[in-house]
């Protein structure tokens, strides 16, 4: 296993995006958390390095250089290149890194269902700026009011019409969900087909009836926005129909697709679980209690010890999940625990942490305490820690996962 | 052995369960965002008794006695259902009250409670970590550093200080005009009027010093008690103000063909904070009912003991049942329209301030030890 080893890839990725993480994103973190607001210009800035809107229908080519497309049955790097990426932008600031990487979401459906038309067409509407000068981002719509675990009660319906489908419906919780210039939105196409009738669809900002909605103040991840979106009689080509209709699976397609971003999305978390760390071995080093150097009582140096464990423990479940799907080997399982188990850990240490920094760290926006509210959105989206841990339960016991 | 409330233990509980339900729960969110508590908390909370109620009734107060911390638990755990800052606000002046009025000279009582009777605010704060420069100025002290952060102390007029000069423990009122008041912006309990308190070289006279010596680790054992007996109280109330909310949502919301609070998974979430959450309280009650029984060396300790017992927990039990709320509500735990997320912004205040419990409670097995 080459998370091992020196993989010179891997380093590279590593050492780049670590070090945009120190020079760009931490220097941000806080005013954006207090803004509540999209760090706009670093993400142009970051489009500029590679890290594009399209950077998961490409392929990833930009930032490797290579097509990795091709030859299903050889081995990839893209899902433990997304990985380390991952970790390093979220070390910087987990909201940010979803300001960069959020229209990835988007883009792993079309890029995984999509025809060739489709990814054209998907990669078009986002080229170039917006009416802001913002560049595009894209947003992924599943989640509705009623439903978020439970995908199969989707209520969003898309009614067949002649050579379109008429969407209404409302949805929850949308990342980029205000600004984003194409969405790609999930809808029963048949209800009496139950689950096997969600579909998704592109469907591009300025589509008449498509109205997002308002923003959402949060706990944590505040540079990423989140929003409501809106569907009133909206109007979309059947040439937008993810896939063609034909040769799409609907909603088990939807679940492959967040099976493949758990290990990412575990590794984010593991990003801000480093951060707090490296944060609290630096005020340790310097600090004292009653004039004893802090690292000289257990009560701390233990501490950091644990963290330590746990942080690498959930470093290497991510990188064997990530491992196992560049290798094309059914990785369900290990990707939940890679996201269940890194929530988990991003939490523990985030909160430890605190209790240990004591008073200066009950500040808003204090590094540590910003991590804090951050971790936690790690344990509900792209399912929660009950759905992951559902997910691990049924593999035990050989019932289909997902 | 009696577990049930007296009658006027149980009249208090239902008085400030009343003004929460109907005031305090109604102000939180906005409290919450607006990072003050309504201008129309002090007229109501006064009116119940608030602010007064450790200041000697000959000072201008409402203090007939015995102080009961009993009984100060018990409002506690209520005022913590309803907003954990309002609460810190409602709180902050029993502290240096009731430390002045037993160990204070005539001075350092003309002062407080002159203040106090005046409407103005006193608050506490801890060097925990050694870290004032404090030396000795012919009878009285000179302090160089920073106190607090700590809830109050934005506006207060007076702080009670527990600090070591070299090796000597001291227990002082300061007086907030000698040094450079600044607001604080905290994370959670935002309606508590943070603020920290920078003195250069400050002279406290030696009026003003309430203790010093052993007989000011006594007396700081038994304020931190106090401190401590009512931080666990009011830490309770959080996490069953956390549990009341999810427990709503839970019966409510669907998922899979059920209410989500029909999966096993999320029973045992509740559950466990239900249990942490009623251990808490229990804990909190008998430390403060050993509060109000310390008579010498051996109670003091065992009290002082107990608080700092209850207050592991608490920080612990609060954290995770906040923490546990947001779970149940999901992707609306997560926003802040619905009230679990600042109750899990609440909840960290009652780990981190005046120091780390558990740090504490080593450091006093190792002073035991002679370490
Ligand atoms: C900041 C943010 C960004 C988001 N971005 C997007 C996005 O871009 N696109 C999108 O479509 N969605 C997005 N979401 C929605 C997110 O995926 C959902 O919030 C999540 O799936 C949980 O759904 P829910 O909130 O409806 O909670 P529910 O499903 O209602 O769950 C509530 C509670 O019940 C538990 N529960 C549910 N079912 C079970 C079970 N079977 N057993 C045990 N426990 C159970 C859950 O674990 C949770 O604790 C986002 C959410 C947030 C907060």
Redesign the interface.
Known sequence: MDIFHNNPMLAGVRQMLGAFAKQQIRPIADQHDRDESMPWDLMKMAQGFGMTQTAVVDGRKALTGKDEEGDAAKPKSQARIGCAGSEELAYGCAGICLAIGGSGLAASPVARMGTEEQQQEFRRLLKGDDDHGHIKVAAMALSEPSTGSDISGLSTVARPDGDHFVINGHKQWITNGASASVYVVWANTDPSAGRAGVRGFIVARGTPGLVPGRKETKLGIRASETAQVHFEDCRVHKDMLLGGGATSEGLSDTKKMLDSTRPMVGAQAVGIARAAFDYLVERVQGGTMQGTPLAHHQRVAFELAEMEMEIQAARALVHKAAWMADHNMDNVRMASMAKAYGAKVAQDVTSRALTLLGEEALESGHPVEKWYRDAKIYDIFEGTGQIQRRIIARSIFGVNPT | MDFALDDEQTLIAQTVRRFVDKDVRAWAADADRAGAAPPRLTAVAGDLGFFLDAVPEASGGMLDGPYSHLRRAVRGHELGRGCAGMAALLETNVEPALAVGRWGSAAAAEALFGSLSAGGLATTARD????LDISRDADGLRVTGKL???PALGTARHVLLMARCGDEPVLALIDTAGGRRAP?????W?AAA?GTLTLEAASVPAAMILARGPAAADATAEVLTWYKVSLAARAAGVAVSAMEHARKYADER????RPIGH?E??IRLRDDADTGAAAVRLMALHAAWQADRVKDDSTRAAAHDAASRARVMA?DVV?RAT?DA??IL??Y?????YPV?KL??DA??F??????E??DR??AVRAQQGA
């Not at chain 2, 780990?351 to 780390?356: C, I, K, R, S, V």
């Open positions: 925990s970590r050694g870290t607090g952060p700590v604080f912006v905290p994370s959670g935002r943070w669907v998922q899979f063909g999966f998974s999320l920080g954290d923490v947001v779970q999901g992707g735990g997560f926003v802040n329209d997320e899990m912004r960290r205040a780990a981190q301030l005046l120091g780390d558990r740090f080593i450091l």
